[in-house]
């Protein structure tokens, strides 16, 4: 995925223009981010737990490189915000309104 890990700027009514509204837009997007978010931080330490050891000394210094290593490439990689902003704009991001689904709820009943 060839993202862009700096700050650019986004045009709004493009967000807007998906749901209807910006704040409903930005809801989704965050709730993806944290999504996101929390698979990476549960992918991390899944893989930093192999190096998890007790013992406290030089030795461990050393062995520690391919721990830093792992880290270095997480810290590396796009923010959860600007994958979520991506995958919303290209599309890629499934959502549904729960209130619209309720009026359509309503809507049959009657």
């Known amino acids: 995925m060839a993202l862009q890990s700096s700050i650019i700027t986004r045009d ?3 967000m807007a ?3 209807g509204n910006i704040y409903r837009s930005v809801a989704t997007i965050s709730k993806r981010a944290n ?3 929390s698979n990476l931080k549960e992918e991390l330490n899944s893989k930093l737990a192999e190096f998890a050891s007790t013992v406290d000394n030089l ?3 050393f062995e520690n ?5 792992i880290s270095r ?3 590396r990689m796009p923010k959860p915000t600007t994958t979520a902003i991506e995958e919303f704009l290209n599309d890629k991001l499934m959502y549904r309104d729960k209130t619209e689904e309720v009026d359509k709820g309503e809507a049959e009943s009657l």
């Open 12 to 14: 709004t009514n493009e």
């Open 17 to 19: 223009a998906k749901t």
């Open 35 to 37: 999504q996101i978010s």
């Open 59 to 61: 030795e461990e210094i």
């Open 65 to 69: 490189r391919e721990q830093i290593e």
């Open 73 to 75: 490439f997480y810290e």
